[in-house]
């Protein structure tokens, strides 16, 4: 499986476990598989929904933030990776 970046974190709502994904290449569709990587943060999971600004949406692209939510702790900064089969 190959990986190309498209983006970072750049929040992380611990209480809710939801994380701020800004799209800097490419897109981010509902169904995709990321990866996110980090110092101490390193995990993958399937995006079951996106949110931007309070609506659900279901493709993001360049330039949008949209929230997340994720299985595991995630840091600003991480980087996101698109994984690709």
Same mark, same amino acid.
Request: charged share 25%; proline share 0%.
């Given at each position: ?15 809710? %476990?939801?994380? !701020?994904?800004?799209?800097? *290449? +490419? ?12 110092? =101490? ?12 600004? %309070?609506?659900? !949406?279901?493709?993001?692209? *360049? +330039? ?12 600003? =900064? ?8």
């Amino acid at each position: 499986m190959s990986e190309k970046q498209i983006g970072h974190i750049s929040h992380w709502f611990g209480n809710i %476990g939801v994380v !701020v994904i800004d799209v800097d *290449k +490419g897109t981010l569709t509902v169904g995709d598989t990321i990866h996110v990587k980090g110092n =101490t943060t390193d995990f993958t999971q399937t995006i079951e929904s996106m949110q931007l600004d %309070g609506e659900t !949406v279901e493709k993001a692209k *360049k +330039g949008m933030s949209v929230g997340v939510k994720v299985s595991d702790r995630a840091r600003r =900064t991480d980087l996101v990776f698109k994984v690709a089969d």
